[in-house]
């Protein structure tokens, strides 16, 4: 079945339709959800419930970007709500106090570093600067995009990515020294 013949029959609650949609989509979902919560059952339950908010919602999909990215907004949404639900403090910036923050493509970090050793450092970044850090670096997202998901302002976007990158980069120059464990 094509993906678009597969997606009509989904909106028209097919759960044979639904489940293979769901297989298809539901391991890199659960990969995706897993970058943002600190265990494997909180994953598998941000992906689960990125799936039934999708397929209740499947009529608002257009077609205007591909499925896939467009599920994988939605898990991202759940984690993150999930995540705030905790009562994690995301973001806590005075708007007027905020400056332009230049970007910094400034990413000078030894090739011996790992996708790994950056995920890990990623990880011990204070809750604010992580999921911003996370959206922009690991899963590719604009400030325009960051701001929508998290809430914030584009500003605060660029404000919180320039100084988790720079505490990011901190981290990372244990590895660079050689000093990395």
């Known amino acids: 079945m094509i993906q678009h013949q597969l997606i009509e029959a989904c909106r028209q609650n097919d759960r044979?339709?639904?489940l293979k949609l769901y297989e298809k989509y539901s391991q890199g979902m659960y990969y995706v959800a897993l970058r943002f919560m600190k265990n494997e059952h909180d994953a598998e339950e941000a992906m689960q419930e990125g799936f039934i908010?999708?397929?209740t919602k499947l009529h608002q999909f257009t077609g205007e970007v591909t499925f896939g990215a467009?599920?994988?907004?939605i898990?991202?949404?759940?984690?993150?709500?999930?995540?705030k639900a905790r009562k994690l403090d995301l973001v806590a910036l005075d708007e007027h106090r905020v400056a332009k923050v230049e970007e910094d493509n400034n990413w000078d970090v030894a090739d011996s570093v790992t996708?790994?050793?950056?995920?890990?450092a990623i990880?011990?970044?204070?809750?604010?600067?992580?999921?911003?850090v996370m959206l922009f670096?690991?899963?590719?997202?604009?400030?325009?995009?960051?701001?929508?998901?998290?809430?914030?302002t584009a500003v605060s976007s660029r404000t919180l990515v320039h100084r988790g990158k720079k505490k990011l980069q901190e981290h990372l120059k244990a590895y660079y020294n050689g000093t990395g464990s």
Request: charged share 35%; hydrophobic share 40%.
């Open 137 to 152: 670096l690991i899963e590719g997202y604009d400030h325009e995009e960051i701001s929508e998901i998290l809430n914030i």
């Open 75 to 83: 898990v991202i949404n759940k984690s993150i709500d999930m995540l």
């Open 123 to 132: 990880a011990k970044l204070p809750e604010r600067y992580k999921y911003p």
């Open 16 to 18: 044979k339709a639904q």
């Open 115 to 120: 996708i790994d050793q950056v995920k890990e």
């Open 70 to 73: 467009w599920l994988k907004r």
């Open 53 to 55: 908010q999708a397929f």
